[in-house]
């Protein structure tokens, strides 16, 4: 794709995201500064289940929770409801 000015930019968004996507060189120009636009795939974050080797039972079923103190985080049961 051939270096564009910033209003025929502005027309063709779509087509340029489109572009660069694809690994063509988008390159905009304003003011005799060129930019260039480069697709950046997003990053997947780590599985909740790969954050724990084990998880205890009672706390899947929920009879336990986490209460914050100042030593950190520690188990406390839960209240059984009426």
């Known amino acids: 794709m051939k270096p564009m ?15 660069a996507e694809k690994g063509t060189d988008v390159v905009i120009e304003r003011r005799g500064v060129r930019y260039r636009v480069v697709a950046e795939r997003a990053r997947s974050a780590p599985a909740a289940a790969d954050l724990f080797e084990s998880v205890d039972a009672d706390v899947l079923s929920g009879q336990w929770t986490w209460k ?6 520690v188990f406390k049961p839960r209240r059984k409801r009426r």
């Open 5 to 19: 000015k910033v209003a025929e930019a502005r027309a063709r968004f779509g087509e340029i995201l489109d572009e």
């Open 68 to 73: 914050a103190a100042k030593a950190g985080l």
